[in-house]
């Protein structure tokens, strides 16, 4: 606006409050409504996920939000304010459901929120009044408390302590700073991230980088003649970065958190789908870290522990197994997944909740499509099946939305699906009617 303004030049009448209030913000409404107007086709086509977010603003009110996600973005449908009234799973569940009514019950996929217990047993009513519907756990924040619950752990709790002791007591004099900018060339130590958790890795990764410059600085004369640095909390920071055993825990630390927090930048980007390998990513994950700890459960068993009670019933549900399974990713290069009980029957849970009540299309999916997807018949024999095998997804690395889509066309069930996509790729989208296909079903979860 500011920018239009400039450009018009002097002389310009600005408009008056009424028309603000009347004309122009109906105009402004108008247009606002049919840019959304694709959108909305695109919900009733493929469908949509419905987002909660409680927070508090500055006065401290409490608020609750409610969007939709589909492939085309994500919407606003309302905001209320909550203060008033307490956050039971009851409350929660009937703004949800009149969101499902507006919306249109056959064109929501699922609802997704973070684990609170309200939340939870509001996903326990739901799933009583509408079986069909997902309700899925938000990754970032279960991930986030996997991270929050390894950091709470003795042994990553002290190195995380000792490295915020020794920022905040740099960061807190003028001259301790300075003196830190000089030896690191200008570069800071405190890296903020999205999340406490997230800041606290970032953080520790920085201290790592600049061992040398930092353990440099504590022993020159230019920091020791620091009147701060004679302070108790001064030789404290002075004796943290020249203790062996505090890089020594540094780097355990960010080689026990960094598989998680991989995983977290793959969720909580919104530039890809990611809902096909936040399973099996997880899984990696876990593996590294006991390669971390040499293998030695004694070790390692705890952390597990705190990452399995996060994910149980969140992260490994009927959906996530599901998308696990039809990636080629690991489903062709470990064929063995279609033996796990653990798989097969997240598999089997999820065609019964989208197939509800219609046996044949059930019967279809489980031992007719999913034996094609196995065998590598049809379309799964192409080289676009088998390039996907040994796809590397990097979630820092750039990905074409083109290749997005073809990554996850890959790691559809229906063969027949694959060939609507050919369609769709030369006729513009006529063809694509994925309503009644389970892969609408998981790669709405892609944007969690």
């Known amino acids: 606006m500011c920018e239009a303004i400039g450009q018009f030049g002097p002389g310009l009448v600005p408009p008056t409050q009424d028309a603000l209030q009347g004309k122009l913000l109906e105009e402004e409404y108008a247009r606002t409504k049919s840019l959304l107007q694709e959108r909305e086709a695109e919900k009733m086509k493929n469908g949509c996920s419905i987002m909660t977010d409680a927070w508090s603003d500055r006065k401290r009110r409490s608020i609750m939000n409610l969007c939709t996600n589909c492939a085309d973005g994500t919407s606003f449908i309302s905001s209320k304010e909550m203060s008033h009234v307490s956050h039971t799973s009851e409350v929660i569940f009937d703004l949800v459901d009149k969101a499902i009514e507006e919306i249109g019950v056959d064109n929501v996929v699922q609802v997704v929120t973070d684990n609170a217990s309200n939340n939870m ?78 800041s606290n890795f970032l953080t520790l990764s920085s201290i790592q980088e600049k061992k040398d410059q930092l353990r440099k600085m504590v022993v020159h004369s230019r920091w020791d003649s620091l009147k701060d640095v004679k302070s108790k909390k001064g030789k404290e920071a002075t004796a943290t ?40 990513e997880l899984l990696k994950a876990k593996r590294q870290i006991k390669e971390a700890f040499g293998n030695v459960e004694a070790q390692f068993k705890d952390v597990i522990a705190v990452i399995d009670k996060k994910m149980n019933g969140r992260l490994d549900s009927s959906l996530h197994l599901t998308a696990y399974l039809l990636n080629p990713h690991y489903s062709y290069s470990g064929p063995s997944i279609f033996d796990q009980p653990k798989i097969s029957e997240g598999f089997i849970a999820c065609v019964e909740k989208f197939y509800y009540h219609d046996e044949d299309m059930q019967h279809q999916a489980a031992n007719i499509e999913l034996k094609k997807f196995q065998n590598r018949e049809g379309p799964f024999s192409k080289k676009l099946a088998r390039t996907f095998e040994n796809f590397d997804y990097n979630p820092g690395r750039a990905t074409s939305y083109k290749l997005a889509w073809l990554m996850a066309v890959c790691c559809l069930l229906f063969s027949k699906l694959i060939e609507v996509f050919f369609l769709f790729q ?5 063809c694509m009617d994925m309503k009644h296909q389970l892969y609408r079903r998981w790669l709405q979860g892609s944007y969690l």
């Open 121 to 198: 047993g509001a996903k326990r009513l739901l799933e009583e009044k509408r079986p069909h519907i997902f309700w899925t756990s938000c990754a970032a924040h279960t991930i986030n408390l996997m991270l929050q619950g390894i950091g709470n752990m003795t042994r990553f709790k002290k190195v995380v302590d000792q490295a915020k002791a020794f920022t905040i007591f740099v960061y807190g004099h003028t001259r301790t700073l300075e003196c830190l900018r000089y030896f690191t060339e200008g570069k800071e130590v405190v890296r903020p991230g999205v999340t406490r958790f997230a």
């Open 241 to 280: 970065i020249l203790s062996p055993s505090f890089w020594k825990d540094v780097k355990l630390t960010l080689t026990v958190f960094e598989p998680l927090v991989k995983v977290l930048r793959l969720v909580d980007g919104d530039v890809r789908p990611s809902m096909g390998f936040l399973y099996g």
């Open 426 to 430: 030369h006729h513009g989208g006529d």
